[in-house]
Nanobody, 127 residues
């Protein structure tokens, strides 16, 4: 069984930065493609960023491209999301997710394809 625990959320001002972390445990981290998603109350969960098993491929939601950076540390079983130039519309609960059984280089954007989810961390950006 895989356990994912997010941390690093908080309340910030527009233009500030935050770094989210996701600690993975239970199975070999490098076997999993990883993703960050977010949900605003009343809206569908949306893809924010994804990274392949070995970390060579990354993909972003258009509205965060150039501001957010996803990365992973396969030695320490951690996933990160560096968020810069935050905007009020980035306010949401952010979740990390893991998908096993994928080939190298693959990134999954469909949330239904992910097997394991963290509990989420709140990010609030005020103007």
């Amino acid at each position: 069984q895989v356990r994912l625990v997010e941390s690093g959320g908080g309340a910030v001002q527009a233009g500030d930065s935050l770094r989210l972390s996701c600690q993975h445990s239970g199975r070999t981290f490098s076997m999993f493609g990883m993703g960050w998603f977010r949900r605003v109350p009343g809206k569908e969960r949306e893809f924010v960023a994804g990274i392949s098993r070995e970390g060579s491929n990354k993909r972003y939601k258009d509205s965060v491209e150039g501001r957010f950076t996803i990365s992973r540390d396969n030695r320490n079983n951690k996933l990160y999301l560096e968020m810069n130039s935050l905007k009020p519309e980035d306010t949401a609960i952010y979740y990390c997710a893991a998908k096993g059984g994928i080939v190298f280089g693959t990134i999954i954007e469909d949330s239904d394809s992910y097997t394991y989810w963290g509990q989420g961390t709140q990010v609030t950006v005020s103007s």
